[in-house]
């Protein structure tokens, strides 16, 4: 196996949402005996987290809004909206989450490691530029490709998670160093991620959505892949690939409603390891999952096939709805996909 630089913020999670929240400590110690089941032995290289600092949060984020959550949090607390929860612990644990990535990317700029792995809460996909929703507060994975674009290079961010990374999007939505895909369930939370939505007018293609239907099984996320997103990788050309790692499209989740199994991430993350220009340009993120034993699985079998290891898991998942999302993706970008 290769080398896997992994961080995780499991042991210093001071992040409480309270009881009965499906966003919840329990995940990251899921995630981590997900790792912990891969086995890697020599293979993993654990990363020492770190605070992310206010100027590489800026990159991502409005100075005002960060500087109003560090207070709202200090304060005590409270509800950002019905879903999302602040504890007087979210800040210090979210500047670790956001500070893992790019702890990670350090490594792997070293040369250290062929790949990385941020285990982290709480989850940053839905947070925009101004605004934290739908369990996230700092947006990881953007605060990690901006660093990355601010340096010259060209990002592709593939998110996998069953609901639309909107603030991804959003924080992204005009500029062309980044390319931003997701596969997520519709209708679903945020409601956004038609596949209409293409990028802003000075990046006119740089966003590819995928919103599959109730029951969408992993061949249509991997046709996506193949048919329209592998052509557009090649005219892209990044020179790093960011994955918002999501597992709620696993069919045991209780907040979704896609039927994947853990054997569609290995096929997924084998894909997205493709598009790399080379090892040691590929980070996966954490974002969403609630059922704990999925969770727990499909961690494993991404460490796993990010190492280059040897999988043994559930089948794959085939013959579900969704093909022609496929298709509709495919005529508002104009790739042509034989179908």
């Known amino acids: 196996m290769v080398p896997l630089a992994v961080a995780s913020t499991g042991a210093v999670d001071d992040h409480d949402t309270g009881r009965g929240h499906p966003e919840r400590t329990d995940r990251l110690v899921a995630a981590v005996a997900g790792l912990r089941d891969a086995a890697l032995g020599d293979a993993l290289l654990e990363v020492t987290p770190r605070a992310a600092t206010s100027s590489e949060l800026e990159r991502a984020h409005d100075a005002h809004y960060l500087r109003a959550l560090e207070e709202f949090a200090t304060s005590g607390g409270g509800h950002l909206d019905p879903d999302t929860v602040v504890s007087p ?5 979210a500047l670790l989450a956001a500070g893992s990535g790019l702890a990670v990317l350090d490594v792997l700029r070293a040369g250290e490691a062929d790949a990385g792995l941020v285990l982290v809460r709480p989850p ?14 700092i947006n990881n994975i953007a605060v990690a490709a901006a660093a990355l674009a601010s340096d010259g290079e060209r990002v592709l961010i593939v998110d996998w998670d069953v609901h639309h990374g ?3 999007q959003d924080i992204f939505w005009n500029d062309p160093r980044v390319l931003y895909v997701s596969t997520h369930q519709s209708p679903a939370y945020p409601g956004t991620g038609s596949a209409l939505e293409a990028g802003g007018p000075d990046a006119v293609g740089s966003t590819i959505n995928f919103p599959l239907p109730p029951g969408a099984t992993g061949d ?3 046709a996506a892949l193949d048919d329209v997103v592998a052509p557009a990788v090649e005219r892209f050309s990044p020179t790093w690939v960011l994955v918002s790692a999501g597992y709620d499209a696993h069919r045991a989740d209780p907040l979704a409603d896609l039927e994947w199994s853990a054997g569609d991430y290995v096929g997924l993350t084998q894909r997205v390891a493709a598009f790399a220009p080379r090892p040691g340009r590929l980070v996966a ?3 969403g999952g609630y059922d704990l034993e999925a969770l727990r699985e499909c961690v494993r079998v991404t460490a796993k096939t990010l190492a280059g290891g040897t999988i043994e898991t559930e089948a794959p998942t085939v013959g579900g709805p969704g093909r022609h999302v496929v298709a509709e993706t495919a005529r508002v970008h104009h790739t042509p ?3």
């Open 89 to 93: 612990g979210s800040w210090a644990t």
């Open 124 to 137: 940053g996909h839905h947070a925009t530029r101004t605004r934290g929703q739908g369990f996230c507060l």
């Open 166 to 168: 909107n603030g991804t």
């Open 220 to 222: 249509v996320a991997r």
């Open 285 to 287: 993120f954490l974002e």
């Open 337 to 339: 996909t034989g179908n």
